[in-house]
């Protein structure tokens, strides 16, 4: 048996209608011009405090605290989606597995969303960033879920869809998946271990990296 990271935003969710969405009424609120939710898919991914100082606002911090009162309070965080296929994925690999998340969404909300859509109980622990920024770097993150399960990088397997995941993978000596359905279409994963177009085939090239 091994350990498998997922990552949660853009891999087991689409989080697009709730993320873009906030991202654009907090642009609003600060009196700028706005990109529509399509020219925004990048944001999806990467720490939200990188993302708002990308889009050149004057204070990202100022930013990320409206961009909160309209993803926590206001419900956006639930404007998401399940990929089809994943559940039954996450029980096929969960019984031969552990498995953890590992996602650069706080882990205050990330917690909130699994549990919302029942992805929590297949989870043995869940790993975010706080709210101050602390671990915002993926590769931090990985890190640190590995001192606090005591896990072998070797017998890990970490899948996402961006190249955050595959770098974080990189840096602390896990193999990477890269699934096909999520927002990485303009990332560099041609260093993945493997490529997966849909979550039916992840069980098998698990059980290939973990066996």
Not at 4 to 24: A, N
Not at 108 to 126: C, D, N, P, R, W
Request: glycine share 10%.
């Amino acid at each position: 048996m091994g350990t498998v990271f997922w990552d949660l935003d853009g891999t087991l969710t689409d989080p697009k209608p709730g993320i873009t969405g906030s991202v654009v009424k907090a642009l609003q609120e600060l009196g700028l011009n706005a990109p529509s939710p399509d020219d925004l898919e990048w944001v999806i991914g990467p720490a939200l405090l990188w993302s708002f100082e990308k889009l050149g606002t004057p204070d990202p911090q100022i930013a990320l605290e409206h961009y909160r009162v309209f993803y926590e309070d206001k419900g956006g965080m639930f404007d998401c989606t399940v990929f089809d296929g994943i559940p039954e994925a996450l029980t096929t690999i969960g019984a031969r597995h552990a498995m953890h998340i590992a996602t650069a969404k706080p882990h205050v909300y990330a917690q909130k969303i699994t549990a919302h859509f029942g992805l929590s109980k297949f989870m043995t622990q869940e790993f975010g960033p706080e709210l101050d920024g602390t671990r915002n770097d993926k590769a931090e993150l990985l890190a640190y879920a590995l001192t606090m399960t005591g896990d072998d990088p070797a017998r890990c397997v970490m899948i996402g869809d961006r190249h955050y995941d595959l770098n974080a993978a990189r840096a602390v000596g896990m193999k990477f998946i890269a699934v096909g359905w999520g927002y990485g279409s303009g990332d560099d994963l041609s260093k993945a271990d493997a490529h997966v177009k849909t979550p039916d085939a992840l069980p098998g090239v698990v059980d290939r990296f973990l066996s």
